[in-house]
């Protein structure tokens, strides 16, 4: 009788040993590093240009100053040509990146006057940092006085309801404003 699992099939025959050898090692001797002309003429060109670079004398760093913007009065380091470049463009005096940007829109308003610009905009700064920055509660109510009374010069241009003809029935209309009262008690309390 046959033993379960089949082991006396694998345990007839016989199972063979085999060897397996490392492969012979290479010297490094025998292999050449091969090197095709183009390379070793870009080569030759590259260790070329690196010693006429080296004898180029390169221009020295200019160091960094601190400049102080006239209008808003930021404060940072900046090289001289730039600093020069800066007072050439706006009449000698020395302005920031984003003071130069509010100058730029005030002469296109009005009509590329680069002294006007810069004046409007330095008197702008001026009111600014005398008054906003000392007391941010009135300077913001300021704005709002400002806001206010742009609206009421568009609603003023607005057609009035009893103007029109052509109203539709039933709609709510508006008899009168209370914003002209609201103007004199503000500008009362000034």
Same mark, same amino acid.
């Given at each position: 009788? &046959?033993?379960?699992? $089949?082991? &006396? ?8 040993t ?10 490094n /001797? ?5 090197v095709?002309?183009?390379a070793?003429?870009?080569?030759? =060109?590259? /260790?070329?240009?690196i010693? =006429?670079s080296?004898?180029?004398?390169l221009p020295?760093?200019s160091?960094?100053? /601190?400049?102080? +913007? =006239? +209008? ?8 001289p040509?730039?600093i020069?470049?800066?007072?050439d463009?706006?009449l000698?005096?020395?302005?920031? $990146?984003?003071?130069?940007e ?9 009509? $590329?006057? +680069?002294?006007? &610009? #810069? ?5 702008? +700064?001026h009111r ?5 920055? &000392?007391y941010p509660?009135?300077?913001?109510a ?8 742009k609206?009421t ?16 029935? $039933? ?7 209370c914003?002209p009262?609201m103007?004199n /008690? #503000?500008?009362?309390?000034?």
């Amino acid at each position: 009788m &046959a033993p379960p699992h $089949g082991e &006396a099939v694998l345990s007839s025959f016989p199972i063979p040993t085999r060897n397996f050898s490392k492969p012979p090692r290479l010297s490094n /001797d025998n292999l050449k590093r091969t090197v095709s002309d183009i390379a070793f003429e870009l080569s030759k =060109e590259i /260790d070329r240009e690196i010693e =006429e670079s080296s004898q180029l004398a390169l221009p020295p760093i200019s160091e960094a100053q /601190d400049a102080k +913007c =006239e +209008c808003c009065g930021m404060s940072e380091e900046y090289t001289p040509e730039y600093i020069k470049r800066v007072r050439d463009k706006f009449l000698g005096k020395w302005i920031c $990146g984003l003071c130069s940007e509010a100058v730029k829109e005030e002469m296109e308003k009005n009509g $590329g006057m +680069c002294k006007e &610009a #810069l004046e409007t905009h330095m008197s702008h +700064c001026h009111r600014f940092n005398k008054l906003g920055r &000392a007391y941010p509660v009135l300077c913001q109510a300021q704005a709002m006085r400002e806001i206010l009374k742009k609206s009421t010069r568009i609603r003023a241009k607005s057609m009035s309801p009893r103007d029109n003809v052509n109203l539709k029935k $039933g709609g709510i209309t508006r008899s009168s404003s209370c914003m002209p009262s609201m103007m004199n /008690d #503000l500008t009362l309390n000034n």
